[in-house]
């Protein structure tokens, strides 16, 4: 029993260790940005606050957030977002990320680094599984991906349906997930605009000629128009 007991407060211990690690970084804020420890400890989030395991981050109106994580990839999160960091690891060997997306929109830039690569968000019951991939989403009632480099499978309601080219998109909701469509550049432009993210975070000046030179890996009912 007593054996049992110690067990126990150890793994209580090494959840609070893990919990505290810190796993990233706010590069930049503009407006509100306010993080929610695990501890339920309310920080005001500025250049410099840490990102720790089990935090809750969460962009208020007219404001934005740009956060760079221990493996390099990073955020920027949108006005009205919530984004929480549910587990996070990153080592010689291993890239992993799990992070719930509430509501809001968000933009992610981040490259496979080693070979076990495990990185997914959750949103409202879906799951989205990133390999190598820049991505910008909003999330709400309706919620909508495209994606700019990579791939990216969403996984819901009994099905799967992957985005595997630049500047295909996807809508899905609580009826399900819709086929991938092609969106063109000025969209694209548009959608940022639109969720207040900078696209040119995202791409540079060759943005154009790396399209004409991409190469599509999408097989099937999996490819978009």
């Not at 590069?27 to 306010?34: I, K, L, P, R, Y």
């Not at 395991?53 to 990073?74: H, P, Q, T, Y």
């Not at 940022?192 to 009912?221: H, M, T, W």
């Amino acid at each position: 029993m007593y054996r049992a007991f110690l067990l126990s407060l150890s793994l209580i211990f090494v959840a609070i260790a893990q919990a505290g690690a810190e796993i990233g970084k706010i590069t930049e804020s503009n407006g509100t940005v306010q993080i929610k420890t695990i501890q339920a400890e309310k920080i005001e989030g500025s250049p410099g606050t840490e990102i720790n395991v089990g935090d809750l981050v969460k962009v208020r109106k007219k404001s934005l957030a740009f956060i760079k994580m221990n493996d390099r990839s990073e955020f920027q999160i949108g006005a009205k977002t919530t984004l929480i960091f549910d587990d996070f690891l990153f080592d010689a060997k291993n890239q992993k990320m799990r992070a719930r997306i509430i509501d809001g929109a968000l933009a992610y830039d981040g490259m496979k680094l080693v070979p076990n690569d495990d990185r997914q968000f959750e949103n409202n019951g879906f799951t989205l599984t990133v390999r190598g991939t820049k991505f910008a989403g909003s999330f709400g009632h309706k919620s909508q991906l495209v994606l700019l480099e990579g791939s990216l499978v969403v996984e819901g309601k009994g099905k799967d349906k992957a985005l595997n080219v630049p500047m295909q998109s996807i809508i899905f909701d609580q009826s399900g997930i819709g086929d991938p469509f092609k969106m063109s550049i000025e969209e694209v432009q548009v959608f940022f605009a639109i969720n207040g993210l900078e696209i040119s975070r995202l791409i540079g000046p060759d943005f154009d000629n790396s399209l004409k030179n991409q190469k599509s890996y999408c097989v099937g009912s999996n490819c978009g128009g």
